[in-house]
């Protein structure tokens, strides 16, 4: 089951990723990366709640990973508080975008090394 969230995930990221892409090369498609990094948020919230309940399966390697996706939620709101006193469009961006979509692929990539160890003690 981890396997399919997993896998759904990173089709989101993949996705995502396409969308903010088209939407700097086309305008049609203006302000669809940003609802996709919307979504991809809350999914990526609930799936690393979810992970949590495997805690006590998780590896020293494991638990460090995700720490560190923890850790990166407050940094991106100190970000956000602080892109308030800079209000250039590079920032903005910086924020809105780059960051969110940096915590998301690291996220992608810690999850699926977590559900390998967690896969690897179930058998």
């Known amino acids: 089951m981890l396997r399919i969230f997993n896998i759904t995930n990173m089709i989101?990221?993949?996705?995502?990723?396409?969308?903010?892409?088209?939407?700097?090369?086309?305008?049609?498609?203006?302000g669809f990366g940003i609802c996709a990094q919307f979504f991809l948020g809350i999914y990526q919230l609930l799936f690393a709640?979810?992970?949590?309940?495997?805690?006590?399966?998780?590896?020293?390697?494991?638990?460090?990973?995700?720490?560190?996706?923890?850790?990166?939620?407050?940094?991106?709101?100190?970000?956000?508080?602080?892109s308030q006193v800079n209000n250039s469009k590079l920032s903005i961006a910086i924020v809105f975008i780059v960051i969110p979509m940096l915590i998301a692929c690291y996220q992608a990539y810690a999850f699926d090394k977590i559900i390998e160890d967690i896969n690897t003690t179930l058998s």
């Open 49 to 82: 709640l979810a992970l949590l309940g495997y805690y006590k399966r998780f590896n020293k390697s494991s638990t460090r990973l995700m720490k560190y996706y923890w850790l990166s939620i407050p940094v991106f709101i100190l970000m956000l508080f602080l």
């Open 12 to 30: 989101f990221v993949a996705v995502t990723i396409v969308l903010h892409l088209l939407n700097y090369t086309l305008k049609e498609y203006e």
